[in-house]
């Protein structure tokens, strides 16, 4: 309260540029999902309309549901099929990275060593590798492994990109954690088991969910390494979109289907915002 | 005093082994695959191929083969437009952004979600966005008709299927201007605005606050999501190959198609291609990051 009454030198409102800017920028971002949404609605839309010349509703009697959305949820979509696949190639592979990425960040938050700074170097490399260089390359190894075209083997590619970002979320939840409570704990006369269970893993719980969340949303998103690695016979949500518009053409199906796609992020976004704060994303990625 | 020293030695050591330990698991997975892949990849462009009854190791003649066609040299020229003017726009909106977060304004809370929207979904919903927008039936081309400034889609001017690339582009400052943002802004809000609000009290300038105090702190940031966010452009697949110009495609299409021809031994080339790609990667961020670097020791920082 005291701070609100000191005039400080700065301003902490909006210039009316910033304003604008703003407002541009939610316009650049969102604006494109209305013609989405209407095309996937429409009956009849030709060009130059700006609107559809025969909206769905007024066709009710030739179909039930709008036709985009009809075909979305008929099994011959797929959609079904890939949402699935997205889900579990997903959470497989965040249990999989919080578990090899745990006891790792504990050490690189803690312990100081002989080539840390080269360690750090080498787990942040999958960030800044180009992917279609290490999807390729993969692809080789694992059609002689018989991985390609598999559940496990894109499982086992989608830890390479996931990997960076676990780490370094965690990391930070390590660092931001000190030992002091667990040694507070140890004094108290509690033992190794129930430090970890009743100290370490609380205090740590809210950062490891982030760090899953991240992980599983990168995972979701990942085209390039699925696409390549799965062969055509594992679709994703990604890999599913990509083949409906690989044309370069939008019909209304594949405007459902974009529509679709998008839900996952809409309700990661949703949850990841209570438990991912800036400052966190900030240790994580500011340097 | 020597025994002790011993049993210290001995706690030491077995202390390190369970660190080393603990690291294993990440450190397996990275050399093994991402080495793997790596070492694999040079090989094979050298001419290792033994499963195809090709091993003619060390042969430079697919890089040789490979760089001594224009269409290469006009490929890797695309690529990198794309990545660096793409990589720059992102950069400038996402400062202003992150500029402007800072502030307080009534829907605050809801702005927060919706800027983050890009990032949550995949490369391929925007995509399908530049097309629905950019496309010569899509909402701009319409919007033109509709001000009477053209009577046919084929008037439209072409923004998508070009070599400018512009529908490339607008895809991934779509996609990349939120991580800029939330890089940025998260590094702004760790640093408070205290340096900036002292530097306005001892009488300097808009530009001067902003070029002398907040463009050295938020500079970690710029330079890390950057580097991110090129690397990543220099590898993309998707977005070039629906919305790119056609023949010559950027480095990572042809990487695929060479990969995918019937041709078995193109995919040594296709091998020398990726090769290329990561190399030439490699070198522009070491670059830049060498004289990041240098910046950082000049200004005293490290």
């Known amino acids: 309260m005291a701070g609100r009454t000191i005039k400080t030198a700065l301003n902490s409102r909006l210039s009316s540029f910033q304003k604008i800017y703003l407002l541009l920028i939610a316009g650049f971002i969102l604006g494109p999902f209305i013609p989405l949404i209407i095309q996937s609605f429409a009956f009849r839309w030709a060009w130059p309309d700006m609107l559809p010349s025969t909206w769905w509703l007024e066709q009710r009697e030739k179909s039930l549901l709008p036709l985009a959305w009809d075909y979305v949820i008929s099994p011959y979509s797929r959609v079904w099929e890939a949402t699935l696949n997205t889900m579990f190639i997903g959470t497989v592979v965040t249990v999989i990275c919080l578990a090899i990425c745990l006891p790792a960040a504990r050490v690189l938050a803690r312990e100081k060593f002989r080539g840390k700074a080269a360690f750090e170097f080498f787990l942040s490399m999958p960030l800044i590798v180009p992917e279609a260089a290490i999807g390729i390359a993969l692809l080789m190894i694992f059609i002689r492994l018989g991985l390609a075209g598999t559940y496990t083997g894109i499982i086992i590619v989608h830890l390479i990109p996931t990997i960076p970002y676990m780490i ?82 939008l019909d209304a199906s594949a405007a459902g289907i974009t529509l679709v796609v998008t839900v996952p992020g809409i309700i990661l976004l949703l949850i990841t915002e209570r438990f991912i704060k800036e400052e966190a994303f900030g240790k994580g990625f500011g340097n | ?147 009477g400034l053209i009577d046919d889609p084929s008037e439209f001017p072409q923004i998508l299927k070009s070599h400018y690339g512009w529908g490339i582009i607008a895809v991934y400052v779509w996609k990349q201007t939120p991580f800029v943002t939330l890089t940025i802004y998260a590094v702004l809000l760790g640093v408070g605005r205290e340096t900036e609000e002292a530097a306005a009290i001892l009488g300097a300038s808009k530009s001067q606050t902003f070029f002398q105090v907040t463009l050295p702190q938020i500079l970690p940031g710029i330079i890390s999501s950057t580097l991110i966010i090129f690397a990543f452009n220099i590898g993309a697949f998707e977005a070039p190959f629906i919305l790119g110009g056609g023949y010559p495609d950027t480095l990572p299409v042809i990487a695929w198609r060479y990969f995918n021809d019937a041709d078995y031994s193109l995919q040594l080339q296709g091998m020398a291609t990726v090769v290329s790609i990561a190399m030439i990667a490699g070198i522009i961020l070491y670059t830049y990051l060498a004289l990041y670097r240098r910046y950082e020791r000049k200004i005293g920082r490290n």
């Open chain 2, 1 to 147: 005093m020597s025994p002790n020293k011993t049993k210290e030695l001995a706690r030491h050591r077995k202390e390190r082994i369970w660190m080393w330990l603990q690291v294993l698991p990440v450190l397996t997975v990275l050399v093994v695959l991402f080495g793997g892949a790596l070492v694999l990849a040079v090989m094979q462009s050298l001419g290792f191929a033994p499963w195809f009854g090709v091993n003619t190791f060390p042969d430079f003649s697919f890089f040789r083969a490979l760089w001594g066609e224009w269409s290469f040299w006009y490929s890797l020229g695309l690529t990198l437009y794309y990545a660096i003017v793409s990589t720059l726009i992102a950069l400038v909106m996402g400062i202003i952004l992150a500029l402007a977060m800072v502030r307080f304004f009534p829907g605050k809370t809801l702005y927060k979600y919706l800027y983050k929207l890009p990032l949550m979904i995949p490369y391929t919903v925007g995509i399908a966005l530049a097309v629905i927008m950019l496309g010569n039936g899509g909402m701009l081309s319409r919007l033109m008709e509709f001000v």
């Open chain 1, 168 to 249: 370094r979320m965690l990391t930070a939840v390590y660092q931001g954690l000190g030992r002091d409570f667990e040694e507070q704990a140890m004094i108290l006369g509690a033992n190794r088991w129930q430090v970890m269970r009743l100290v370490t893993l609380p205090m740590l719980l809210p950062g490891v969910v982030a760090g899953a969340l991240f992980t599983f949303l990168v995972s979701t998103n990942i085209f390039l390494l699925t696409f390549f690695l799965g062969q055509g016979k594992i679709i994703t949500l990604p890999t599913l979109l990509f083949s409906k518009i690989a044309g370069g053409t």
